[in-house]
């Protein structure tokens, strides 16, 4: 909660002229989560759903996922759209259809990568020598190569990855910046009780 009331004042309790938006990932991540965090909380109070611990099928929807994605990892990733979760990235990003899709093959893009080079014969064989060393040997942790050949093969592979996915990290990059500016909007002027929240369309 101070975390919550720390960003708000910085954004709402500002003089007239707007702050600068935060430019690190870091920054523009604190944003966005507060400003979910104040939609969720209006969201549940609004249901008569406020915890602790709120009502998890509030919070994150009920019945059949309305989403599903499926990884090139073979995992699915399923969500709800009528949850207050849902709700509060409909505010920030738009096209939740959209919005999951792309939040969801992004944040896999490692696992894929590291997918891929599992299949790389020289690697496996490097687990391999790491998997048969004895707990804390670290001579045979170092003879296996494993350590280095991660390090020269990773980045080629998401490099590949991403490239193969370009259109859906474009996707999230544009949708993150329109949360960043949503989330600067509302923290700048929140909603109270005796006022109406934002409109989430």
């Given amino acids: 909660m101070g975390v919550v009331l720390a960003v708000l004042c910085a954004w709402g309790c500002a003089a007239h002229s707007r702050p600068a938006l935060p ?3 870091h920054g523009r991540s604190d944003l966005i989560k ?8 209006q969201c549940l109070t609004a249901r008569g759903a406020v ?13 059949p996922a309305e989403f599903s994605v499926t990884l090139a990892t073979g995992y699915t990733v399923r969500a709800h759209a009528d949850g207050c979760l849902a709700e509060a990235h409909r505010f920030l990003y738009g096209d939740l259809a959209r919005w999951f899709h792309a939040e969801v093959v992004v944040n896999n893009l490692r696992p ?53 996915h370009r259109e859906d990290v474009i996707t ?30």
Avoid: I, W
């Fill in 23 to 25: 430019t690190s990932e």
């Fill in 34 to 41: 507060t400003a979910e965090q104040v939609l969720v909380d």
């Fill in 51 to 63: 915890g602790p611990p709120p009502r998890q099928e509030v919070l994150f929807g009920t019945g």
């Fill in 112 to 164: 894929e990568a590291e997918a891929q080079l599992g299949r790389d014969p020289g690697y496996r064989r490097a687990l391999a020598h790491r998997a048969a060393c004895p707990d804390e040997d670290t001579r045979c942790v170092r003879a296996s190569g494993l350590d280095e050949m991660r390090a020269r093969l990773e980045p080629a592979r998401l490099a590949d990855v991403r490239a193969a």
């Fill in 172 to 201: 999230y990059d544009q949708l993150r910046d329109r949360a960043v500016h949503r989330a600067a909007e509302l923290l700048e002027d929140p909603p109270t009780p005796h006022r109406k929240g934002p409109d989430t369309s």
